[in-house]
């Protein structure tokens, strides 16, 4: 790569650091092991009780010790921990003093049941607690950790004071598209040429009772509980549901003008991002798939590419039942006939599905996938679905050489986003 | 100087305390009086949402059942502002506007809470108890009434906004960032128009508990923003939905529209708050923006929260800057998220009439003098400094 723009004459976005964690394990290493050998880290859940629950198993991260446990302190030590290693990968900047924003894909921040009965045991109401009894002690004053910890800027914040970021930390959510949209406001960033880096990062610890709870009624979640490991079953004809699951995945994004000029190793280039969202329906996408045809076909167009030189899709694969069908419309209609002879798998097959930190944990695993030369395979594909005829590389990891890949990421409230990744 | 690239407000949509849009709120605000609900929530009071014909703007039923108060003032506000700005229904538009929401989480079902909470501790197993309560109470859909999401997603489905669909969290600055990331791309030419906004449901027992916890809920007597520093300050929160569309000049002209403002300057950051932290943050971006400033016709809209560090810094600044100043929290409550793209539709109402609205209270001075620009900040409660100049179109 000659020039320090593209096809466009914007800045060229280039990755040089990344951090990553997920039910298999911390770091790239070790999650990359796992990843290409097929290994499962979907579990039985542990973390509370179980009992009456349809669904009993999750990608949790249970390895990783937070004080006063809850779902913005496990998902910002996972950041934390994610941000270490993509930044010590980049050699950018100083400890504690990010030459750049901060683009953070968080998980909506709710106050939870432990500290609701915290407080109504402080209430001392003894039959029927309502919120007044609530109220009658919150400001008591020990509750205030409870405020600060519960504010939608506190992960956001922290992170910024600890890694030293620049300017106000942005916290996005697009629901399963949150880490895909995280990525595309640093790449849109630093093409205005605001910034020469970006510290962008998805972080999802939600596995708590109501939030299992909350997408169990919507349907939305495998109930083959045993073995956990076989639960997620991308494109497989007896797929019924996605697994929730933890992670965290962490990118410095630079200007490759900005890399060169430091000397930094470039690991992949952001080479374009495409959105688009559906107004047809909070929870199902447009039967005819236009919205995820036309973030594909945007994506490819923003990197300045034709469809053919996609040589391996990293699906968004939740293994929900129309998920999978409405991602394969879209694929076959941007592909057409080469849809099902390109390489087309789903890392949610393994990690299961980690929410708000999808989009960045699978951004990481693609550029990992056009590094290594090596497709992650999808596992449990044992009954393939004669309407969805893909190449899931199924259960066996593939070498396989890739120059351009397309990761997909599609949520809740019509999200989508489409980020192209490619080599150097 | 006109620049092709400009960030225009060709849309206004507000809804709060003070009624129904732009025209409603500036007739308000110029004759003010104001609108508490001291009885629903004691002692504590919020600033509650005028009454909305929802079917205006929100035409199915189906769609209003789907949304808790929250999302359906957020698309009222969001429906409003398409009108205003004469883009509604104009599905080729409205297929590549792009649109940053700033959004807090949703109404819970405070009845199954407040039933999960009496029968836990009496449960033979209490794990067991929450599971089967929340599996079997909880209504399905509520879910998607309370991601913070799916405001945005709303928006879509209603409006057929669906160029781009983003949402940030984090209080205040979340509405801040939002419009300063509009503006930014517009700049860059990286969108020609963008519906922006957020919406604040304060009348939840659930979010007075949030700040009551914070030991900042302010109690009787409710006086306005700077005169209840007196006593410690505080927040008194206010139900508003503000969404604005902000077009490139360009784009405004091509269509004919006319522009409320335009946003010269837009800036914002974060620190610790340590004693003269955020004096400093302002300082910077005031003379970042040194350049469109002309202090002859200009006064602040200020977004103080009330909250007493906070606003007793903030206020020794604007002192210093000797402008007119008015707090919009004292006409429509302090609300977080939407809090700023309010205090920017007040600014930009303002600057296209050339004149400010009278003070809001004794501690603001009158301004006769015709008005060009206004400066509007906004200090969150905990964290961030920002700071927008909006000067006539």
């Given at each position: 790569m000659t020039k320090d723009t593209d096809h466009l004459g914007r800045p060229i976005v280039v990755v040089t650091g990344m951090g990553v964690l997920t039910?298999?394990?911390?770091?790239?290493?070790?999650?990359?092991?796992?990843?290409?050998?097929?290994?499962?880290?979907?579990?039985?859940?542990?973390?509370?009780?179980?009992?009456?629950?349809?669904?009993?198993?999750?990608?949790?991260?249970?390895?990783?010790?937070?004080?006063?446990?809850?779902?913005?302190?496990?998902?910002?030590?996972?950041?934390?921990?994610?941000?270490?290693?993509?930044?010590?990968?980049?050699?950018?900047?100083?400890?504690?003093?990010?030459?750049?924003?901060?683009?953070?894909?968080?998980?909506?921040?709710?106050?939870?049941?432990?500290?609701?009965?915290?407080?109504?045991?402080?209430?001392?109401?003894?039959?029927?607690?309502?919120?007044?009894?609530?109220?009658?002690?919150?400001?008591?004053?020990?509750?205030?950790?409870?405020?600060?910890?519960?504010?939608?800027?506190?992960?956001?914040?922290?992170?910024?004071?600890?890694?030293?970021?620049?300017?106000?930390?942005?916290?996005?959510?697009?629901?399963?598209?949150?880490g895909g949209t995280a990525i595309q406001l640093g790449v849109e960033a630093i093409r205005r040429g605001e910034t020469d880096a970006a510290l962008v990062v998805g972080t999802d610890a939600s596995v708590n009772p109501e939030s299992l709870i909350r997408f169990s009624l919507l349907s939305a979640l495998s109930t083959r509980n045993d073995p956990p490991s076989s639960a997620s079953r991308p494109f497989s004809k007896d797929r019924e549901g996605f697994v929730m699951a933890e992670g965290a995945g962490a990118l410095v994004l630079e200007s490759l003008a900005g890399a060169r000029a430091r000397g930094a190793v470039v690991l992949a280039v952001v080479e374009g991002c495409g959105e688009v969202a559906d107004g047809f329906h909070r929870t199902r996408s447009s039967p005819d798939g236009k919205p995820i045809i036309a973030c594909m076909r945007e994506a490819l167009a923003d990197a300045g590419l034709e469809p053919d030189a996609i040589g391996y899709i990293n699906a968004h694969g939740t293994g929900t039942p129309e998920n999978d069908k409405m991602e394969w419309v879209g694929v076959s209609a941007v592909f057409g006939e080469r849809a099902g002879s390109i390489p087309m798998s789903s890392n949610k097959s393994m990690i299961?599905?980690?929410?708000?930190?999808?989009?960045?944990?699978?951004?990481?695993?693609?550029?990992?996938?056009?590094?290594?030369?090596?497709?992650?395979?999808?596992?449990n594909y044992d009954v393939p679905d004669p309407a969805l005829p893909v190449d899931c590389v199924p259960n066996v990891a593939r070498a396989v050489r890739v120059r351009h890949a397309i990761s997909n990421s599609f949520g809740f409230g019509g999200q989508n986003v489409c980020l192209v990744l490619g080599t150097v | 100087?006109?620049?092709?690239?400009?960030?225009?407000?060709?849309?206004?949509?507000?809804?709060?305390?003070?009624?129904?849009?732009?025209?409603?709120?500036?007739?308000?605000?110029?004759?003010?009086?104001?609108?508490?609900?001291?009885?629903?929530?004691?002692?504590?009071?919020?600033?509650?949402?005028?009454p909305l014909e929802l079917d205006k703007q929100i035409p199915k039923r189906g769609d209003q059942r789907q949304m808790e108060a929250w999302q359906r003032i957020g698309v009222f506000a969001a429906g409003q502002a398409l009108d205003s700005a004469g883009v509604k229904g104009n599905t080729d538009l409205l297929s590549r506007m792009g649109m940053i929401v700033a959004a807090g989480g949703g109404e819970r079902d405070y009845a199954v809470d407040a039933a999960i909470l009496s029968g836990y501790p009496k449960a033979a197993n209490p794990g067991a108890y929450l599971n089967e309560h929340l599996l079997g109470d909880l209504r399905p859909t509520l879910f998607l009434a309370q991601l913070s999401n799916l405001l945005a997603g709303n928006i879509s489905i209603v409006h057929g906004v669906i160029g781009s669909s983003r949402t940030f969290m984090g209080e205040e600055a979340s509405g801040a960032d939002a419009v300063r990331i509009v503006c930014a791309r517009i700049a860059a030419g990286q969108g020609d128009i963008m519906l922006v906004g957020g919406s604040y449901n304060a009348q939840r027992p659930d979010v007075l508990l949030h700040y009551e916890m914070g030991g900042l809920q302010l109690r009787s007597p409710f006086g306005p923003v700077w005169a209840r520093q007196a006593a410690g300050g505080g927040l008194l929160l206010g139900s508003v939905g503000c969404f604005l569309v902000i077009e490139s000049r360009t784009h405004a002209a091509a269509r004919g529209a006319s522009a409320y403002a335009h946003i010269a300057a837009i800036r914002s950051d974060r620190c610790l708050r340590q004693p003269g932290q955020a004096t400093a943050n302002a300082k910077a971006q005031f003379e970042a923006m040194a350049a469109h400033y002309d202090p002859a016709g200009a006064a602040v809209i200020s977004g103080a929260s009330g909250a007493a560090a906070a606003t007793r810094e903030e206020s020794a600044f604007l002192a210093g800057l000797g402008l007119p100043v008015r707090a919009s929290a004292t006409a429509v409550g302090h609300s977080l998220e939407p809090s700023f793209p309010a205090s920017l539709a007040f600014a930009a109402m303002a600057v296209r009439h050339g004149v400010l609205f009278p003070p809001l209270e004794a501690a603001e001075q009158a301004m006769t003098a015709p008005l060009t620009q206004a400066l509007v900040t906004s200090w969150g409660h905990w964290r961030g400094e920002s700071l927008a100049l909006v000067t006539t179109a």
């Open positions: 039910s298999l394990g911390q770091g790239q290493a070790d999650n990359w092991a796992a990843l290409t050998s097929g290994v499962s880290g979907i579990r039985r859940i542990s973390r509370f009780p179980i009992d009456g629950l349809r669904t009993t198993i999750a990608g949790t991260v249970d390895f990783v010790p937070v004080p006063e446990p809850s779902a913005p302190a496990l998902s910002q030590r996972l950041a934390e921990l994610v941000i270490e290693e993509a930044v010590g990968e980049a050699g950018i900047g100083r400890v504690g003093d990010f030459p750049g924003p901060l683009f953070l894909a968080l998980p909506p921040v709710e106050m939870e049941w432990g500290q609701r009965f915290a407080l109504a045991a402080a209430s001392g109401a003894n039959d029927a607690v309502t919120y007044d009894d609530l109220l009658r002690v919150a400001g008591n004053g020990s509750f205030e950790p409870y405020y600060r910890r519960f504010l939608f800027s506190s992960v956001g914040e922290n992170l910024a004071e600890r890694f030293g970021t620049k300017g106000s930390p942005v916290a996005t959510s697009t629901a399963c598209a949150s299961g599905h980690s929410l708000t930190a999808a989009g960045a944990v699978e951004a990481i695993f693609s550029v990992l996938t056009i590094r290594n030369g090596l497709l992650p395979p999808t596992i | 100087m006109a620049h092709e690239r400009d960030a225009l407000i060709t849309g206004i949509g507000i809804v709060s305390c003070l009624g129904s849009g732009a025209d409603a709120h500036w007739a308000a605000l110029n004759a003010f009086t104001p609108v508490l609900d001291t009885d629903s929530f004691p002692p504590f009071a919020v600033h509650p949402l005028a």
